[in-house]
Structure formats: structure tokens, C-alpha cells
């Protein structure tokens, strides 16, 4: 599926509810926040080596899809491609350096 693909079911989904009066960027920055924050949820109290149970994997998917949905509706707001904008900070972080790359190089 292409990304404009996603944009007409998600536009067709708001507007079939319509939810567009509350889509504005503060509202949706927040529903953001609120979802990578059940991503986070997923991980509390767990060792950093424990595996995932399936369950526990396909709640993941679903608040990352989450999140993701409300990344997207924000980029529609902006008429941004977010392909391209992700291609660009890429760009922009070839040429970046971290202060612990040039210590692990010593």
C-alpha cells in the first residue's frame, strides 16, 4: 500500500465520523504522545532481554499503528510527504556526530 492509499482511508475514516473538527496539530501532537506512551507501557517492569509474548508483541503492532495513524493525519495537516521528510533528516544526520561515537573511537 502506498502512502497516498493510507491518507484515503484515513481521511474516509474521519470523515465518516466526523472527527476532522478535532484534528488539529495540538490535538493530534497529543494523541501522539498518548499513544507512544502505550508503546512504552508495553516494556515497564521488563528486563531489557525478556522476549515479547505474542500477545505482547501484537498489542506492540497496534499501538505503533496507532501512533503512526496519528503521525500521518498530523503530516496531512502539513502537506508533507513523510518519505521525503525522512529522506532529508537522513541527509541531515550522515553528516551528524554523537559525542559517544568519537569517544568509542578512541
Not at 493510507?6 to 490535538?27: A, M
Not at 495513524?69 to 550522515?94: G, R, S, T
Request: glycine share 0%; proline share 3%.
Amino acid at each position: 500500500m502506498e502512502y497516498q492509499d493510507v491518507l484515503q482511508i484515513l481521511r474516509k475514516f474521519t470523515d465518516e465520523r466526523g472527527w476532522e473538527k478535532y484534528h488539529n496539530l495540538k490535538d493530534l501532537a497529543l494523541s501522539v504522545n498518548l499513544e507512544a506512551s502505550e508503546v512504552l507501557e508495553i516494556f515497564q517492569w521488563k528486563d531489557e532481554k525478556q522476549q515479547l509474548t505474542p500477545e505482547e508483541t501484537a498489542h506492540l503492532k497496534e499501538e505503533i499503528a496507532d501512533t503512526l495513524i496519528y503521525l500521518f493525519y498530523m503530516c496531512d495537516k502539513l502537506k508533507m510527504d513523510p518519505y521525503k521528510e525522512i529522506q532529508k533528516k537522513m541527509a541531515i544526520n550522515e553528516h551528524r556526530h554523537w559525542p559517544e561515537e568519537e569517544s568509542a573511537k578512541k
